[in-house]
């Protein structure tokens, strides 16, 4: 076990140890709206409450494409499956190419295939489950909601690595909110790699994408002492 993992671990319990039972029946959900500065849309409490109460939940097709439908239901992309169409994503300073929708299917199950051990991780597996995060931005295999459904994914996965608080990190706020730049310019570093363009950059992202980790512990128990239950 590398000493990152152990020290998220001693986080982990640390802070479970740290809140009200009131904590763990939703009720920090009140704080979370103003931890993150916008009404948190219905349908991501929904994949919240899924993620926290089925700790089963393994990393296949199925999960994937069950998380996306209660992600999107009642929206335009609710029960589509995956994307129809080609999807560049850009902003101001940032564009990459996803991968086509007509190799999406394939591609996700092979995905899902080479990370199977994930559903039953040992401590050396930690890093997988940002390769596994990478792999799947590049795919960008849905038409919307790709950032939030790849962060309850990471959630699912992290608490079956140990991590007893992962469906509760604030991991999308502080992404979004606080190193959404730096992450974008992770993926466009590595995402190249995916279609064989320039060298791998992996290492990279998985060590960004564990400070984000880290950094959530931090939001969370702050947001504890700001807005206490």
Known sequence: ???????????????????????FNGAHLAFMYALGHYSTRLNEMDVFRLVRDHPELELNVDTILRLYDVLTAGTGYGGHGFKSRKIYVESKDFFYITLAPE?????VRELCDRYTHLNHPKPEDFD???????????IHPMEDANGRLSVFLVQVL???AGLEMAPFLPFDIVLGRFRLREYQLHILK?????YGQKPIEHDLFVDFAKELV????DILRAACRTYPL
């Open 128 to 138: 997988d489950i940002f390769s596994f995060l990478l792999d799947f931005i590049c």
């Open 158 to 160: 992290l608490r079956k």
């Open 214 to 217: 880290m950094d959530s512990y």
């Open 1 to 23: 076990m590398s000493d990152l993992m152990r020290k998220m671990i001693e986080q982990d319990r640390a802070l479970a140890s740290e809140l009200p039972d009131a904590f």
């Open 103 to 107: 190799e999406t299917p394939d591609a």
């Open 190 to 194: 590595a995402s190249g790699s995916f």
